[in-house]
């Protein structure tokens, strides 16, 4: 479904309460048919998660994702997510449909395996000297300085023209999407791409996820050909919802969306190479739908607060985060094309850690009220 992005209804100004609303009718048929059959994780509290994208930096998505699984206090009832976070959920909805918790753990570190193998026959690599000294981004790597020039003076379709993506062969190896496409898939996944011809967001639900659909919410325009599906051409959904939130309001029944950032929303030092500029560019256009998303909904939770008889009429949402901002802003862009296990994995314990802290302070908040204040995050 191509879908209008909800958060255009806005006001100019947010509202600073805990919790947060939307309108809470709208939902998708497909969903409610299949609702009856569809297995719920058994779990005290279920929460709806938001994977933002960003190539590589996913794997700190995977060690949120690793470390959720474990306590079986929490489960999730819808995932929203965009590129790389489009598929840490789509692999963790097979893991999940196949093996339960311990299922998706596999399956997520199968997947970041596979990821790293196949990056390991290819020539974006740190140094020797990068290894030595711990420097995650490729920027010395002579093959990278080849490889971003080349990108910004030809097309995909000059470059690549057989259209070669190495992701395909991972996906396909690690998922069955017939699994997510089955009723009694235990989650509902909404994956986000972006309409190149009309430049609107377009959502996959579970019914339409297929390998082809991961990777078109996961083109990046500067390095693969745009992904054809029912003939129209998709590129990253970041450009218009890195995730988008609005489908987690209107088709899941959790009030609580967790997002996992990956992208920085600020940054103290101002960029001045090219490639810092580019790279802030980037997270600034990519944090961009989120941030009005939640403007619309602060917006909506104050006319609620305000309002005793709204709480019939619209839904208040409660919002979560998880981020490492301060790991991920002294990364630079070109960390995001590396693949090498042990930044993946030092990625992934950082994730690890800042789920486990996330849930330490706020697991008995989770139900009640928002746990990132709306208005100094996203306002």
Known sequence: MDAPMTAEAAAPHGGGADSHAFHAHGRTHRHDDHKAERRIMPADKLVNLALQGGGAHGAFTWGVLDRLLEDERIGFDGISATSAGAMNAAVLAYGLSVGGRDGAKKALASFWRRVSHAA?????????????????????????????????????????PTNFNPLRQVLEQTVDFDAIRRAECPVKLFLSATNVRTGKVRVFDNMDITADTVLASGCLPFLFQAVELDGESYWDGGYMGNPAIFPLIYNCDSPDVLVVHINPIEREELPRSATEIMNRINEISFNSSLMREMRAISFVTRLIDENDGLERQLRRMMIHSIAADDVMGKLGVASKLNADWEFLSALKETGRERAQAWLDRNFERVGRESTTDIRDRYL
């Open 120 to 160: 390991a026959f290819g020539p974006l690599q740190p140094t020797l000297l990068d290894r030595i000294l711990g420097n995650r981004s490729l920027e010395a790597s002579p093959a990278f300085v080849m490889f971003d020039l080349m990108t910004r003076l030809f097309s995909p379709y000059q470059l690549n």
